[in-house]
């Protein structure tokens, strides 16, 4: 949206020479869509700028762009020589925090930026979640998902970039704790161009067969414990089994002495009658 350059809301507004003004060394944005910016700087030509960047000043008539800087790029495409800025009296720290939250109030930016953006003003800015959702307008829940998503495999995190995939696919990949298994998944929307839906109902099978899996492993579990127990009284010894994962493996009965191994062989014999 462009608004008209002359348009003064208040006298805070500078008109400042674009080559006096160096770019934000904070900026958390990393692409800018040329064919965009092409549009408008086109459009800068013909109606000016709505909304003024903010700056702050370092040193003499020099600035740092803090917010703003698709229109600053537009601007000189434009070939404009000035531009309208408001002036801040701002820190790093507080660069840093302006120039992460404007950013993240873009709607074109993907959802890995947003992440990156999120996890940046938690660590660098000292915030916590609660601190965070109140500081960009979102729900707690909203920014604990965009950051779960740099727990992704860097694979998924690029497709997500490239709009490979979009942020409900990630979301369902997300609950898949097997990186493995999440690849294969997302391998698999790829090739098949699955639907969200379709992803959550393959990540929904693979948790049942796991579930399932883990309950079969603790029911032998549980009916190992019990034959150990009815086999130990019987021997009047502690037994215990050595299993592989194929299902191969021994029975080992201790003995302390040669009277004890006698006794348990008795046994035995007496099983074989």
């Known amino acids: 949206m462009i608004e008209d350059a002359n348009t003064r809301p208040s006298a805070s507004i500078n008109e400042i020479l674009i080559k006096n003004i160096e770019t934000n060394p904070f900026q958390p944005r990393e692409k800018f869509d040329d064919e965009a910016l092409t549009e408008l700087a086109q459009s800068i030509k013909e109606l000016g700028i709505i909304q003024p960047i903010t700056v702050r000043q370092i040193k003499g008539n020099h600035y740092q762009l803090i917010t703003g800087e698709r229109r600053l790029r537009a601007s000189k495409i434009a070939g404009l020589e000035t531009i309208p800025a408001y002036v801040r009296k701002a820190d790093d720290q507080a660069m840093l925090e302006m120039s992460l939250v404007e950013n993240i109030q873009r709607?074109?930016?993907d959802a890995i930026e947003v992440a990156i953006s999120f996890q940046r003003l938690i660590e660098e800015c000292k915030l916590t979640q609660e601190n965070l959702s109140e500081r960009v307008g979102k729900k707690r829940s909203t920014v604990s998902n965009y950051l779960r998503l740099l727990k992704l495999p860097a694979a998924?995190?690029?497709g997500i970039r490239n709009q490979d995939v979009s942020m409900g696919h990630a979301r369902a990949l997300i609950n898949i704790e097997d990186t493995s298994k999440q690849l294969s998944i997302y391998q698999k929307i790829l090739a098949g161009g699955l639907s969200v839906r379709r992803t959550e109902e393959l990540v929904r099978g693979d948790k049942?067969?796991?579930a399932s899996r883990k309950t079969e492993k603790t029911e032998t579990s549980s009916e190992y414990t019990k034959l150990k127990e009815q086999?130990?009284?019987y021997f009047s010894s502690p037994v215990d089994f050595k299993r592989n994962q194929y299902g191969k493996g021994s029975i080992i009965i201790p003995f302390d002495s040669d009277?004890?191994?006698?006794?348990?062989?008795?046994?035995l014999d007496r099983l074989n009658k």
């Open 107 to 109: 709607e074109d930016l």
């Open 156 to 158: 998924i995190q690029l």
């Open 208 to 210: 049942v067969k796991k």
């Open 231 to 233: 086999l130990s009284r």
């Open 259 to 267: 009277e004890d191994l006698e006794r348990i062989i008795g046994f």
